[in-house]
Structure formats: C-alpha cells, structure tokens
C-alpha cells in the first residue's frame, strides 16, 4: 500500500462553479503509479465547496452557479455578516455541497464519468486563493 500527500494551491477564482480537474492531474502525478486506490480530495476553507458534475457543457456551471443561489441568497437576516452579505450565504452554500471528495483510481486513472469533472465552487465575490489538499492512497502497478 502507497500513500501519497499534498497541498494544491489554487488561484484566486471568480463567484461561481469552476472545473478544477486538470490542477488536481497536473499536480498529483502519483496517480499514474496507482493500479487501484482512492484519491481524497480535501478544501481547507469554509466559504468554498467541491463536487462533482458536468465536464463538457460551460452552461451547466453557470446554472449550478444560478441554482446554489436560488436555494440561498443574500439577505440582511443573516447575523453573521464580518465578511460581507456573501459571507453567511457562502458558509451555508459549502456546508450543502462539501468540501471534500473521494474518488477511485484504477490502473493509474481516475474513475470519473464520461461527462464528469471536479468542481471548485467559489462562493465569495472576492476570495483569496483556495488551497486543497490531495491524499492518494492505493496499490501501485506491478504490486499486489
């Protein structure tokens, strides 16, 4: 068994639903050592969320980013509001969706969807950089 650990730091984003896959490939190039694992994906922020969704279609992230909105807007009867009137909405946003993501590898390969990607969802107006840590954990080739 062969585990594998990281940090990934993200760039500052834009509100909304961005893939993300490509940075986690890039920067995990273990993956490829793995005949069958796991790759956790972990967010260490609490107004920003991950999930898996459509890969090929931009729409599709723009009515996440539509849909996430309608479920919870910003309104002045939040307390919590230090950060600005997106602050409560975008804790709330992350608890929905969550901020971590497992997902199988097989022979050196994630096992995503035709159609599937990781998501970062941003969900501040102005956030800073997002930083994700990666654990991959599995059986490299050739071993048993």
Known sequence: MTWFQRQIELPP????FHLVTHWVLEQSPEIAEIH?????????????SLTINEN???DVRID???AINDICREHPDFIHTYE???DMPAH????????????????????????????????RNRASGRVIVVTIQG???GTK
């Not at 984003?13 to 909304?16: A, I, L, V, W, Y």
């Open 13 to 16: 984003m834009s509100r909304g």
């Open 36 to 48: 069958v694992g796991l790759l956790h994906v972990f967010l260490k922020h609490t107004s920003a």
């Open 56 to 58: 090929a279609d931009p």
């Open 64 to 66: 996440m980013e539509t």
């Open 84 to 86: 600005g009137a997106d």
């Open 92 to 123: 709330v946003k992350s608890s929905l969706l969550g901020n971590s993501l497992t997902i199988p590898i097989s022979k050196g390969n994630l096992v995503l969807g035709t159609w599937q990607g990781v998501y970062l969802c941003e969900h």
């Open 139 to 141: 059986d490299r080739k």
